[in-house]
């Protein structure tokens, strides 16, 4: 059975950093590709970063380029992301994805297959 567990969420003030972290059992986090996802209230489900063991690549939405860092220790099975320069519009739940496929460059939730529960993230201005 995989489970995905995040944490790492919190309230901050705008420009400052947080790390969520994702901890995978079940499942190794070098297989495939790894997704952090978001989704704010009234919004859409949206891919913010993923990294792909295959090719080593990682991919991030256009909105968080420069700001946040995906990585992964396999040795922890975890995946980590660190966002810094937080801004109000980050605002959202988070959720950790497995078992992934990245599209044209594209995050997309329906190439996922596995799902955390989330971890909140609040940044105020």
């Known amino acids: 059975q995989v489970q995905l567990v995040e944490s790492g969420g919190g309230s901050v003030q705008a420009g400052g950093s947080l790390r969520l972290s994702c901890v995978a059992s079940g499942y190794s986090v070098d297989h495939n590709c790894m997704g952090w996802f978001r989704q704010a209230p009234t919004k859409e489900r949206e891919g913010v970063a993923a990294?792909?063991?295959?090719?080593?690549?990682?991919y991030y939405a256009d909105s968080v380029k420069g700001r946040f860092t995906i990585s992964q220790d396999n040795a922890k099975n975890t995946v980590y992301l660190q966002m810094d320069s937080l801004k109000p519009e980050d605002t959202a739940m988070y959720y950790c994805?497995?078992?992934?496929?990245?599209?044209?460059?594209?995050?997309?939730?329906?190439?996922?297959?596995?799902w955390g529960q989330g971890t909140q993230v609040t940044v105020s201005s």
């Open positions: 990294i792909c063991t295959g090719n080593g690549i990682t």
């Open positions: 994805a497995a078992g992934g496929t990245v599209v044209a460059g594209y995050i997309l939730r329906g190439y996922f297959g596995y």
